[in-house]
């Protein structure tokens, strides 16, 4: 897949080439004397260096305690795994939305 697309890439690199010689031509026959042209082509890649996590944490225990305390302690794991893996983190929002669910019997 990666080579189809490589392909793809160069073709278009080379009808840009192309085109870009002709209007070349074209423009300096107008006038030789007075005529500067400058091509480049060029094919880039980036890594993306931004990555926006949501994690959501959901704990069921006997009272709203526990489960704040429960998610807490993953919380805590989690922040810890990703400063174990070397991740960068630039903004550190943690939010906590409760819903009490109430089974009746």
């Known amino acids: 897949m ?3 697309n490589s392909a793809k890439r160069l ?11 002709t209007d070349a031509v074209n423009s300096a026959s107008l006038n030789p004397k007075r005529t500067i042209h ?6 880039a890649k980036s890594v993306p260096d ?12 006997q009272s709203v305690t526990q489960a704040k305390d429960s ?12 400063l174990n893996c070397r991740i960068q983190v630039l903004h ?3 939010s906590y939305q409760v819903h009490v669910h109430v089974n009746w019997v």
Do not use: P, W
């Open 2 to 4: 990666e080579n189809a």
């Open 50 to 61: 931004v990555c926006h996590l949501l994690i959501s944490i959901v704990s069921q225990k």
């Open 71 to 82: 998610v807490d302690r993953r919380v805590a794991y989690i922040k810890q795994t990703i």
């Open 11 to 21: 073709k278009l690199i080379q009808e840009n080439q192309q085109r870009m010689n």
């Open 38 to 43: 400058v091509e480049a082509v060029g094919l």
């Open 92 to 94: 550190n929002f943690t």
